[in-house]
């Protein structure tokens, strides 16, 4: 409670001539305590856009190991359990300890899970039979956020262009891998949003991120959760496939083809824009969508004429599914836009 006070107080300091031409200025004893910092120690001074000055220690002076404790007990839901143990790794902790009370054998299986497949750099480094200790080991240094980012947007667009090449046959083997390929797009969203928290938190690190300002923090907050959705709804069009009792008409595949190729084109052109921005290419992202629509309501109504009633509610929510995914596009554009004007 007394830090919160400390952050929250604003503090005045006449700044002091010395030297002659040198201006100095005292630190707050509260902040000095708190930091870990003393006579002869190094911070580091960080000019901020608005004008303000940060001051942080040096990283080497104040490294310490966060350490998260979850306690899992049998009247737990299982999958609370998990989204404690996902939350503790996204705020930044490097260790997470999870102990377990008797009878939470199916909460340990889920937890052990969710670190082989929707987790990157989580090692378990100690395991007993009441307790699990798992340590975080990869950071932004090696997985920057743009390499990341495109790991995102690559499987992605791949996992649509082979969902909706899927449908025209109904394989079902190929439905299936671009489900799985969905864990992989999880990994990556959950580590991004872990180091963009740190780097609200640590703003030390945002350049080496690659991001100007703690408000650009907030647009990729958005942009990976467009990606994630987006990857999502490629996953539901590949699950629905095995629902059709016969292969989708030429007509209606031609058309479904088109909405693909829209989607692609608006989630890929999108995330470009985020390195190499152009306001013309953003407005023509975001106008796919009045596109996307009108593609998908000719499709509709082939679609109730020429297919059985179960097959038409499954490729209507194929349709549905393609044309969100042109909306995250142009939600991404929209990010885009804002992030390359200037702050006042």
Known sequence: MEKEKMVEKKLYRKLQLTGGSTLIVSLPKDWVEGAGVKAGSYVTLIPQPDGSLLITPRESEKETVKEAVIHVASTMDSQAAVREFIACYIVGYDLIKVEFKPYTSE???????????????????????????????????????????????????????????????????????????????????????????????????????????????????????SVERSADHASRIASLIPMLKKNPSTEIFREISKMKDSSVEALRGSIDLLTKFNMEKANKIIGKVDEARIVEQNIIEKMFNQASSMDAINLRLITESLRRIVEYGADIAEIAINLSIREP
């Open 107 to 225: 909460h340990r299986a889920l937890i052990k899970k969710v670190l082989r497949e929707k987790l990157i750099g989580v090692e378990p480094i100690s395991e007993t039979a009441d307790e699990l200790i798992v340590q975080c080991l990869v950071g932004y240094r090696e997985i920057p956020l743009e390499v990341a980012l495109n790991r995102m947007k690559n499987i992605t667009t791949s996992m649509i262009n082979d969902a909706v090449n899927a449908l025209k046959t109904r394989n079902y083997e190929v439905a299936a891998e671009v489900t799985n390929r969905d864990d992989e797009v999880d990994r990556l969203y959950f580590f991004m949003v872990r180091q963009l928290k740190r780097a609200v938190r640590e703003r030390t690190i945002l350049e080496d991120l690659g991001i100007s300002s703690p408000r650009a923090c907030l647009g990729y907050r958005m942009v990976i959760k």
